[in-house]
């Protein structure tokens, strides 16, 4: 099935690389208008800008303002956003028996990249949506880690995932009757840099050893199925969890 996306104003946070990357391309093929978002990386991404209008915008998502100043500045650019994919994040290492100064600035920097900015892009996005009484569409990107857990040096990471499917949820079951709809995605291990720590401290053969399937994913995998999400066809699975994971892990 060809999904065409003309016309659609696409906010994509973390665009510059790894399954966001993976992403625009995609939403691109489908004739999206896509926001790239990025914090740095700007040279990964200019080949993109232009196409169907598409453009970029750089900012810090540790900062609220900044996070806020990105929602406002698309909005103003192209007059709407239809739909709002919510894909960066980050993932520290940090030890439970780390110093606590540092410690809790890692736990401090992981929630704000990966719950709190999505949590105010979800908010302004859906009063710009009931203002202009149109309809709108959410897509967070999680993790597997949201429901099986994480290593004792990831406690923020799936904790921040964690809740960022509660956010999703809640959106979906509050907000329908106002045609908007929201949906998460979970990926596994996906062959990316974020990834490539664990390889490096674990090697890939622990996570291999996982896997249902015999190739660890790539971020095709997961951009493919995003696309999907933002056509019309998923719009009764409104609250949904789509599991990208190898069969590693079923709820």
Known sequence: MKID?????????GASRGIGRAIAGELLG?????????????????ELAGQNRSKLFPADLVSDQQAADLF????????????????????????????????MAD?????????????????????????AKQPGRI?????????????????????????????TRSIAREFGKDHITAYTVAPGFIRTD?????????????????????????????ARPVVFLCSDSAYQASGCTLDINSATYFH
């Open 194 to 222: 974020m990834a490539q720590d664990f390889f490096d401290r674990y090697g890939e053969e622990k996570c291999l050893g996982d896997l249902a399937l015999p190739e660890i994913p790539t971020p095709m995998d997961v």
């Open 107 to 131: 736990w401090q920097k992981t929630l704000s990249v990966n719950l709190t900015a999505p949590a105010l892009l979800c908010k302004l996005a859906i009063s710009a949506w009931k203002k």
């Open 72 to 103: 406002h500045a698309v909005l103003k650019d192209y007059g709407r956003i239809d739909i709002l994919i919510n894909n960066a994040g980050i993932a520290l290492n940090s030890p439970v028996d780390s110093p606590w100064d540092r410690w």
């Open 139 to 167: 897509i967070n990107i999680a993790s597997r880690a949201a429901f099986r857990g994480d290593t004792r040096d990831y406690l923020a990471y799936a904790s921040s995932k964690g809740g960022l499917v509660s956010l």
């Open 5 to 13: 996306l003309s016309g659609k104003v696409i906010l994509l946070t």
């Open 30 to 46: 489908a004739g999206a208008t896509v926001a790239l978002h990025y914090r740095q990386r700007e040279e990964t991404l200019k």
